[in-house]
């Protein structure tokens, strides 16, 4: 009988690194424009109860989604150029689980691995 799942193996697109040199997070390829971030110790707390830190969604165009959202009473953070090379802008949403609006560039970290949109 199968009881949960053993493990899933991914494929490293690449590692964050602070200016020590010391890894403290990672970026796996699970396909096509899909990845999975990790970090080495405490981020950002959880909302109580939730058992993950955020998600991530891509957008095609951060300016323009960021300021449709303002529009609608939807507040978002600014937004900025993160060190993956990717622009983000964060939302929050009624229940307070934290969302990441994400724009990829020619320069994001993550171009190797993407597909084109379908």
């Known amino acids: 009988m199968i009881t949960g799942i053993a493990h899933i193996c991914f494929t490293h697109a690449f590692d964050f690194v602070r ?3 010391e890894r403290h997070g990672c970026y796996l390829h699970i396909g096509g424009r899909n990845f999975i971030e990790m970090f080495v110790g405490p981020v ?3 909302v109580k109860g939730q058992a993950y830190r955020h998600f991530c969604l891509e957008v095609d165009d951060i300016q323009a989604t960021v ?4 529009a609608k009473g939807i ?3 600014e937004i900025k150029l993160g060190k993956d090379q990717s622009y983000q802008s964060w939302v929050t949403d009624p229940d307070g689980n934290r969302i990441e609006l994400h724009d990829y560039t020619p ?3 993550q171009g190797p691995a993407l597909v084109e949109r379908g």
Do not use: F, V
Not at 67 to 70: D, F, P, S, T, V
């Open 75 to 77: 507040e978002c953070s």
């Open 107 to 109: 320069q994001s970290w």
């Open 19 to 21: 200016d020590t040199g």
């Open 67 to 70: 300021a449709e959202l303002r």
């Open 44 to 46: 950002d707390p959880p």
